[in-house]
Nanobody, 125 residues
Framework: QVQLVNSGGGLVQPGGSLRLSCAAS????????MGWFRQAPGKEREFVAA????????YYADSVKGRFTISRDNAKNTVYLQMNSLKSEETAVYYC??????????????????WGQGTQVTVSS
């Protein structure tokens, strides 16, 4: 069983930056694929970024490429999402997710087993 704890959300002005964190319990964190998703009110959960397990690669939604960066610190069992140049339409609850091993459908929320509680990101002036 893995528990994920999201943190780092808040209020930021358009064009600003935030860094989200997701701390995981349990062993073998480096073997887990980790993803970030977001969900705005009345909308479906949307893929943002993922980092596959076992020293894999990072993947991004087209809408965030060049502005968001996913990274992980396996020694701290933590994955991060650095978000720059934020836009008002990116206001949402952001969730981290995990699944053991390498997954192919990293952009499908149904591929993940464990979820954090979510953290609110509000982009507004």
């Amino acid at each position: 069983q893995v528990q994920l704890v999201n943190s780092g959300g808040g209020l930021v002005q358009p064009g600003g930056s935030l860094r989200l964190s997701c701390a995981a319990s349990g062993r073998a964190f480096s073997s887990y694929s980790m993803g970030w998703f977001r969900q705005a009110p009345g909308k479906e959960r949307e893929f943002v970024a993922a980092h596959t397990g076992g020293g894999g690669s990072a993947y991004y939604a087209d809408s965030v490429k060049g502005r968001f960066t996913i990274s992980r610190d396996n020694a701290k069992n933590t994955v991060y999402l650095q978000m720059n140049s934020l836009k008002s339409e990116e206001t949402a609850v952001y969730y981290c997710a995990a699944r053991f091993g390498v997954i192919n459908n990293y952009n499908d929320f149904r591929s993940y087993t464990y979820w954090g509680q979510g953290t609110q990101v509000t982009v507004s002036s």
